[in-house]
């Protein structure tokens, strides 16, 4: 019955960990769930306020326009110019998006031919993987391994490969690792796609969740990068935002306008008023992100200070609300996530979910209140590994 494009789609390990969840619920486990990366925050009420008044204004109400409203575009740009130090078009190289998932997804369809190789970094967010494939591209992950900081090493790459490569996925601060990159990387990797021809797309989901004052770069700040580059944004974890499915791609006015060919003919765009919503977001002080910001940083504490105390090998991250740390001698990621559902009543993410280069690991999302997470810690202090 289904394409063979949805058949080869690797099993989704996540539905599996929702049931097994599920099913310790059904028992009556008090379980603590730090397994998805989906704030648990409020939107900020200035941005709910925003969106009320924009739902009663009846022009909102019709077809938005593809690329997204002109003073979205706007504001994007000026907030791109405002934390970023970059200087873009709003007519030409920015565009919204229904959430930087869609960007990931339909990217390959506008720049992918069968048999061209995708390059993305693993373990990473799936979608790189699964848009190339449903683009009939060849996926080549590139691992992200510790030694290096979980940096990809591009030196590695077979001349054969790099041949057929036409994209690059990378994503710093990165999920799940909460690796961040700077500007030496980005420099690096300019050198590289334009060396071999390369359209880089670097996904910037997690660049305002950062912590101990570090700020995190945008790659189009790199010399050249704007020549063969694009980035996503989004304003689901900034802004609190998931359920509202926002964010905004910038970058090449030829790579902005080729994805709006495939946007344009798959999607209508963004609901106006979200956008109205998205602008206050970008526009107001952001002191609302810097709070949020506290709150994981003290949860990232409590976890950090519970998880070595246990005896794993964890450094505090600079950005992202995730902790990936190695799994105890003896353990698989997911043999260990199933110890800690099935013992303790905690739900972590087994690496290999995001793809191989991830076993042997297991993330952390810090999504609950730092009182329950350190519930967690203790409940993991009293299991034996
Ligand atoms: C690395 C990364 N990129 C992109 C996304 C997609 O986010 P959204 O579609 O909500 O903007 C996520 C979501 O978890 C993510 O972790």
Redesign the pocket.
């Known amino acids: 019955m289904y394409s063979d494009r949805i058949n080869a789609l690797p099993p989704y390990l996540f539905a599996a960990i929702d049931e097994a969840k599920d099913e310790m619920i059904a028992k009556g486990v008090d379980v603590i769930d730090l397994g998805v990366?989906d704030p648990d925050l409020p939107t900020h009420p200035h941005i709910v306020e925003a969106l009320r008044e924009a739902v009663l204004d009846s022009n909102t109400h019709q077809y938005p326009s593809y690329a997204g409203l002109p003073q979205f575009r706007k504001a994007a740009a000026e907030w791109c110019e405002k934390y970023k130090g970059i200087k873009l078009d709003p007519a030409t190289e920015v565009i919204s998006l229904i959430?930087?998932?869609e960007a990931?997804a339909h990217i390959p369809l506008a720049f992918v031919n069968p048999g061209d190789v995708v390059l993305y970094t693993e373990p990473g967010?799936p979608v790189y993987k699964i848009g190339t494939l449903f683009a009939g591209g060849e996926p080549y992950p590139l691992p992200l391994k510790a030694e290096n900081n979980f940096l990809p090493d591009l030196d590695s790459i077979p001349a054969d490969v790099l041949k057929k490569a036409k994209l690059f996925f990378f994503?710093y601060p990165n999920?799940p690792t909460s690796a961040t990159a700077d500007m030496a990387f980005f420099e690096k990797v300019v050198e590289f796609c334009k060396k071999n021809d390369i359209i880089a797309v670097h996904?910037n989901?997690y660049c305002q969740m950062t912590y101990d004052g570090y700020e995190s770069p945008s790659f189009l700040a790199a010399k050249g990068a704007m020549d063969i580059g694009m980035e996503l944004y989004?304003h689901?974890k900034t802004y609190n935002m998931?359920g509202w499915r926002l964010?905004f791609a910038v970058g090449n006015k030829a790579l902005i306008k080729g994805l709006g060919k495939v946007k344009s003919n798959v999607d209508s765009g963004v609901f106006d008023a979200i956008q109205i919503a998205g602008i206050a977001a970008l526009s107001s002080s952001q002191t609302c992100v810097n709070d949020a910001n506290l709150v994981y940083e003290e949860r990232r504490n409590a976890l950090i200070e519970g998880l070595k105390a246990m005896g794993l090998e964890v450094k505090p991250p600079k950005a992202t609300f995730y902790i990936w740390t190695p799994v105890p001698k003896g353990f698989t990621s997911i043999s260990f996530a199933k110890l800690l559902l099935e013992e303790a009543g905690i739900v972590a993410t087994p690496g290999v979910g995001f793809g191989d280069a991830g076993e042997g690991y297991i993330r952390f999302a810090l999504t609950k209140p730092v009182d329950r997470i350190k519930e967690a810690v203790e409940r993991m202090k009293k299991l034996q590994f």
């Open positions: 990366g959430g930087s998932k990931v967010y994503n999920n996904d989901a989004s689901s998931t964010g």
